[in-house]
């Protein structure tokens, strides 16, 4: 009887609560390496390649060090947890925000980063949080001061995503 009750209430809550009170907006995370976008020649395939290797090595040398040190941890591989991890709530907090994250773009891989958007997107959304700021969230800079971009961090991301949102741009 409590069984059947539990459910039924599950169900309801289910059914007649909005999706974006357990979502963060419904956004479709369908995760791939890139987004296709429409080809119509194999030279439009060759110069996309070419864009985006010359986009990777100039995140390579000098937006993947930034990254590393400021985003890595929750769009990365986390490299040391901090001592509050295994607390109990928190440590499944920090899962949670991890996977989130990753789901957003994931930048294990170098660029094109693995996301919902193109990588077209991708550049135009790390521009403007170097332009607004946003990342990483204020939950996370509570615990990790130094975690926040500086000026000339800031200025970098903005130039290279800039540059790289040109080449990719017909």
């Given at each position: 009887?409590?069984?059947?009750?539990?459910?039924?209430?599950?169900?309801?809550?289910?059914?007649?609560?909005?999706?974006?009170?357990?979502?963060?907006?419904?956004?479709?995370?369908?995760?791939?390496?890139?987004k296709?976008?429409?080809?119509?020649?194999?030279?439009?395939?060759d110069?996309?390649?070419?864009?985006?290797?010359?986009?990777?090595?100039?995140?390579?040398?000098?937006?993947?060090?930034?990254?590393?040190?400021?985003?890595?941890?929750?769009?990365?591989?986390?490299?040391?947890?901090?001592?509050?991890?295994?607390?109990?709530?928190?440590?499944?907090?920090?899962?949670?925000?991890?996977?989130?994250?990753?789901?957003?773009?994931?930048?294990?891989?170098?660029?094109?980063?693995?996301?919902?958007?193109?990588?077209?997107?991708?550049?135009?959304?790390?521009?403007?949080?170097?332009?607004?700021?946003?990342?990483?969230?204020?939950?996370?800079?509570?615990?990790?001061?130094?975690?926040r971009?500086?000026?000339?961090?800031?200025?970098?991301?903005?130039?290279?995503?800039?540059?790289?949102?040109?080449?990719?741009?017909?």
């Amino acid at each position: 009887m409590k069984t059947t009750i539990i459910k039924l209430h599950l169900v309801t809550i289910t059914v007649f609560t909005p999706t974006w009170v357990f979502s963060h907006g419904g956004e479709n995370h369908v995760k791939s390496i890139v987004k296709k976008e429409p080809q119509t020649k194999s030279q439009d395939i060759d110069t996309r390649k070419e864009a985006y290797q010359k986009i990777n090595d100039a995140y390579l040398v000098d937006i993947k060090p930034i990254f590393e040190k400021k985003c890595f941890d929750c769009h990365g591989d986390l490299k040391k947890s901090p001592w509050y991890y295994k607390v109990p709530g928190i440590k499944q907090m920090i899962d949670y925000d991890m996977r989130e994250a990753k789901e957003h773009i994931d930048m294990r891989k170098d660029f094109p980063f693995v996301s919902h958007e193109s990588p077209l997107k991708d550049l135009k959304s790390i521009k403007e949080i170097g332009l607004e700021g946003g990342m990483p969230p204020l939950r996370y800079i509570l615990g990790h001061w130094d975690a926040r971009l500086s000026e000339a961090e800031k200025k970098s991301i903005v130039k290279w995503s800039s540059e790289s949102i040109k080449r990719l741009q017909p």
